[in-house]
């Protein structure tokens, strides 16, 4: 059964530096997600993606975020200056249609600690 | 207000047991309603979508009511397997908003 990978499982770093968490949606997929979980907190939207182009991004999603699809299959979600309030459970997801009625598919997420 | 409402619990039943979960949402324009289940440190899987003529899968009932922007779930004879976080979802077109979370504990 395909699936959403991403990569790494689990990414330390330090407060001010970049980090680049990676994706590889489903491979007929064409709409592409970020969400991420705080610990003991709700599921959030960040930011979705169709046709190399962001379609609907949240509050969340500043300047110091950004997404990008470089090549056929990896999905990316950069964070420029990581802040301690960045750390959470950082899900990918991907869905074959873009309305809301078609199941997005979630990866099994990117735990990222900010010290 | 929250845009989805739900008690995070945790319901502690036993095996066998009937247990139903409720969650309302805000925005009357939502267009579709979900409950996904969510294992610790797991992601978000799909349990089931939700309708207003309400539908059923297995021991999984879940029912819509548009006019009160209220949604439940059903789930009888409860199995440990079943203990996990329930999350209510809507949606306005493309993206799922999520409610807290129902944490439910079967036990033997």
């Known amino acids: 059964e395909p699936e959403v990978t991403q990569t790494p499982s689990h990414q330390v770093t330090q407060m001010g530096q970049e980090v680049i968490l990676r994706c590889v949606p489903i491979?007929?997929?064409?709409?592409f997600y970020w969400y991420r979980q705080i610990l003991g907190q709700k599921v959030e939207f960040l930011v979705s993606?169709?046709?190399?182009?962001?379609?609907?991004k949240s509050e969340i999603f500043d300047d110091q975020f950004s997404v990008e699809r470089p090549d056929g299959s990896n999905f990316t979600l950069k964070i420029r200056s990581t802040k301690l309030e960045d750390s959470a459970m950082y899900f990918c997801?991907?869905?074959?249609?873009?309305?809301?009625?078609?199941?997005?598919?979630f990866g099994p997420g990117t735990r990222l600690t900010v010290l | 207000r929250k845009e989805v409402e739900q008690d995070p619990g945790p319901f502690n039943v036993p095996e066998g047991a009937t247990v139903a979960f409720n969650c309302t949402y805000s925005?009357?324009?939502?267009?579709?309603f979900f409950w996904y289940r969510q294992d610790c440190r797991k992601e978000p899987k799909l349990l089931m979508s939700?309708?207003?003529s309400g539908n059923e899968d297995g021991r999984f009932t879940a029912q819509l009511n548009r006019a009160s922007q209220y949604i439940s779930l059903l789930i009888r004879d409860s199995k440990l397997s079943d203990s996990a976080t329930y999350l209510c979802?809507?949606?306005?077109?493309?993206?799922?908003?999520f409610g807290t979370g129902t944490r439910l504990l079967v036990s033997p």
């Open positions: 979802v809507v949606t306005g077109f493309q993206k799922l908003v």
């Open positions: 491979s007929n997929h064409l709409y």
């Open positions: 993606f169709y046709n190399n182009e962001i379609s609907e």
């Open positions: 997801a991907s869905s074959d249609r873009e309305d809301s009625y078609n199941e997005q598919f």
């Open positions: 939700v309708y207003s």
């Open positions: 925005n009357s324009a939502s267009q579709s």
